[in-house]
């Protein structure tokens, strides 16, 4: 996915607030070879009511499974599970792309609390 090199159109804070991203910390990381797109199967810990969701991220430039684990990440929670291939995609895992269009995981710079909602 690229974005687009302009700014998206104009929302309101309410439209804003329909979005809910959470951190999470990774707890399990697969390998995701099935993937069209070279991908990584996540189980993400948000805590809470939300507990653990499940998310593949095409992130596989930068990040191996074995390094993950232990990782605090942002995720939207409130979009509607995807299915790739056999896997439930239950959150979208955020990131930025490099300069190379490769994704760069979004996570908070300093530990907080698995289930914070970012504002």
């Known amino acids: 996915m690229s974005a687009p090199d ?3 159109a104009t929302i309101g804070f309410d ?7 959470r951190v999470g910390t990774i707890v399990e990381a697969r390998p995701f070879p099935e993937a069209r797109k070279p991908a990584i199967k996540l189980t993400i810990d948000f805590g809470g009511a939300i507990g653990r969701k499940t998310s593949s991220a ?5 990040y191996r499974p074995e390094d993950l684990p232990g990782r605090q990440v942002l995720a939207v ?4 599970p995807r299915q790739i291939g056999k896997f439930m ?13 490769e994704v760069v995981l979004i996570a908070p710079g300093l530990a907080v609390p698995d289930g914070g909602r970012m504002f």
């Open 89 to 101: 995609s239950q959150v979208l895992t955020l990131g930025v792309p490099d300069e190379d269009g």
């Open 6 to 8: 302009h700014p998206a």
């Open 77 to 80: 929670v409130n979009f509607p």
């Open 58 to 62: 095409q992130i596989t430039k930068h």
């Open 15 to 21: 439209d804003f607030l329909k979005v809910d991203i």
